[in-house]
T-cell receptor, first 115, second 112 residues
Framework: ETGVTQTPRHLVMGMTNKKSLKCEQH?????MYWYKQSAKKPLELMFV???????ENNSVPSRFSPECPNSSHLFLHLHTLQPEDSALYLC??????????????FGPGTRLTVL | GNSVTQMEGPVTLSEEAFLTINCTYT??????LFWYVQYPGEGLQLLLK?????DKGSNKGFEATYRKETTSFHLEKGSVQVSDSAVYFC???????????FGQGTILTVHP
């Protein structure tokens, strides 16, 4: 596979469940990102990882817990979510995280529904 | 921080019509500017970008010019196709950690 892949593509979970979203990039990039896309709101950057180190956390609630075991994989662990957390969660990667000119490459997203 | 404002949508056009989607930004310095497109059920794809003032990005018939004087990066296409129907996002690059600031997105629908 090429590019950025995300699994699962769709996820329905109850508020007491624990689940994880997975992202994998096959581009040899050093930076990875989690975004939240809600209806009628701009994309919200959640987390940034550079060389497996978290470099930005945009005031995201602790019920979202990211993990980056290596530069190719990024996880978002979910627990005790709220219905307002229902959204499309997008993963992206870029060659580096230090340059404003870097293009970010996005995965197809995971559509999350919290009941 | 940066902010990006796009024209309100949705935009509905007939095939072969001219397209303009306005985008303006506020930023400290001169960020790189991007247009991304999101087709139904997919993630965002880079459409074009410009990294400095007066640069013109172009791809698939779409163009946008980085205008420092008006802090704008309007997207244009001379003749749209049905297959161009998608959501278009303008974004500005940050000065740290590759952070992108996105506009709210503009839905484009092109009818035959």
């Amino acid at each position: 596979e090429t590019g950025v892949t995300q699994t699962p593509r769709h996820l329905v979970m109850g508020m007491t469940n624990k689940k994880s979203l997975k992202c994998e990039q096959h581009l040899g990039h050093n930076a990875m990102y989690w975004y939240k896309q809600s209806a009628k709101k701009p994309l919200e950057l959640m987390f940034v990882y550079s060389l497996e180190e978290r470099v930005e956390n945009n005031s995201v609630p602790s019920r979202f817990s990211p993990e980056c075991p290596n530069s190719s994989h990024l996880f978002l662990h979910l627990h005790t979510l709220q219905p307002e957390d229902s959204a499309l969660y997008l993963c992206a990667s870029s060659e580096t995280s230090g340059g404003s000119t870097d293009t970010q490459y996005f995965g197809p997203g995971t559509r999350l529904t919290v009941l | 921080g940066n902010s990006v404002t796009q024209m309100e949508g949705p935009v509905t056009l007939s095939e072969e019509a001219f397209l303009t989607i306005n985008c303006t930004y506020t930023a400290t310095g001169y960020p790189s500017l991007f247009w991304y497109v999101q087709y139904p059920g997919e993630g965002l794809q880079l459409l074009l970008k410009a990294t400095k003032a007066d640069d013109k990005g172009s791809n698939k018939g779409f163009e946008a010019t980085y205008r420092k004087e008006t802090t704008s990066f309007h997207l244009e296409k001379g003749s749209v196709q049905v297959s161009d129907s998608a959501v278009y996002f303008c974004a500005a690059g940050g000065t740290s950690y590759g952070k992108l600031t996105f506009g709210q997105g503009t839905i484009l629908t092109v009818h035959p």
